[in-house]
């Protein structure tokens, strides 16, 4: 059985093993973290989009020819 116990400052959360697998365990405790990083962010989303949009760019920029070889692309 899975129990929470809380406090004025924190939230002590008891998984049995044998409930939830390692790996869950570790995409449940990525999500918690993010949210944790990100709580204070003062960016917007259209600062983010624009970021976004940027490194796919820059991603596309340099990684392009490995879909389009460069004799496609001439024609």
């Known amino acids: ?7 004025a400052d924190t939230i002590h959360v008891h998984i049995p093993r044998a409930e939830v697998s390692s790996e ?3 995409q449940i ?10 709580a204070d962010s003062k960016l917007t989303d259209a600062t983010a989009d624009a970021m976004a949009e940027e490194m796919k760019a820059d991603w596309w920029a340099k990684n392009s020819r ?8 001439k024609q």
Not at 29 to 38: D, G, H, N, P
């Open 1 to 7: 059985m899975i129990t929470i116990e809380s406090t």
């Open 24 to 26: 869950r365990i570790d």
């Open 29 to 38: 405790l990525r999500c918690i973290r993010l949210e944790s990083a990100v």
């Open 66 to 73: 490995r879909f389009i070889p460069d004799s496609a692309a």
